[in-house]
């Protein structure tokens, strides 16, 4: 089960000069993702997003409270969560297959699996034709797209995603959000989406979570209530817009405070 479960995480930072003081990143944030849901995480810079998704990935502790996801607390990083960063973290001396296998052939699955079951997320990809290529030979959006099919060929319960588009191009990162919807009605990983694109966040998400300035805390839930699938034509959709401007609101408000 791929639920995803914080009671009041908090996480603070050690000072790293002398005379700085610690930074609490995140204040106290409880919320509940349901298995197979996208929720998406807004909120202006700084604001402990990234510390939120990396918690949840078990590569930081929180100070207090915990996490849990499925029946177990996380105590560190673990296939059954993986991680789509912004700039994608190929090897690259090796083709697109040999980075999708390395995961389950490190993790001892055998062979004849993970064969199979690389060629079936590399073809959800739509890098069938690209499985030798190596990573210098695709553009930023496959390259994307080999992340994606990299960590779901660990059968993740959770997918959590830091900006995976932030760096695409417009036509490139609808593409992409278009092909995130194909793959999780194929897969359905609960999946947790960093955001700064508003547009972004309704389109993917059946919720969208706004975050405070830092010290980062839950401010707002806004469920979008689009049936999925969805496609390009539900962003001029007036409950869309409504909704937008409800999130680009409640984020605005953040930052004057800060001014
Ligand atoms: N490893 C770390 N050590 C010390 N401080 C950190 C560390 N990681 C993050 N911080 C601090 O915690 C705060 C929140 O950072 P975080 O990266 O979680 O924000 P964010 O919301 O993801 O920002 P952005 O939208 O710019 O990516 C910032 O003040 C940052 O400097
Ligand atoms: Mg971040």
Redesign the pocket.
């Known amino acids: 089960m791929g639920t995803i479960v914080l009671k009041g995480v908090t996480k603070t930072y050690p000072s790293t000069a002398r005379d700085a003081s610690d930074v609490t990143a995140v204040d106290n944030v409880d919320f509940a993702i349901s298995d197979c849901d996208i929720v998406c995480l807004v909120g202006p810079?700084g604001c402990g997003?990234?510390t939120v998704l990396n918690m949840i990935a078990g590569f930081e502790q929180p100070t207090s409270g915990q996490i849990t996801v499925g029946s177990t607390a996380v105590s560190g990083a673990g296939p059954d969560r993986m991680v789509v960063f912004q700039s994608p973290a190929l090897f690259g001396w090796m083709t697109v297959y040999e980075n999708v296998v390395f995961g389950p052939k490190k993790q001892g699955v055998p062979r004849s699996r993970y064969e199979a079951d690389a060629q079936r997320f590399i073809d959800a990809v739509g890098l069938t034709e690209f499985a030798s290529h190596y990573p210098y030979q695709l553009s930023g959006g496959m390259r994307q797209r080999v992340q994606i099919a990299r960590a779901l060929v660990n059968r993740p319960e959770v997918l959590l995603m830091?900006?995976p588009f932030g760096a695409l191009d417009f036509q490139t990162r609808l593409l992409m959000q278009e092909l995130l919807l194909k793959v999780w009605s194929e897969f359905r990983p609960t999946i947790m989406f960093?955001t700064h694109d508003v547009d972004e966040a309704i389109f993917l998400g059946d919720r969208v979570y706004v975050m405070s300035r830092r010290p980062g805390r839950l401010k707002e839930q806004v469920d979008v209530p689009f049936p999925k699938p969805r496609s390009m034509s539900v962003l001029t959709d007036p409950a869309f817009i409504a909704l937008k401007e409800r999130v680009l609101q409640s984020i605005k408000d953040e930052l004057g405070e800060t001014a």
């Open positions: 810079s997003k990234s830091d900006e960093i």
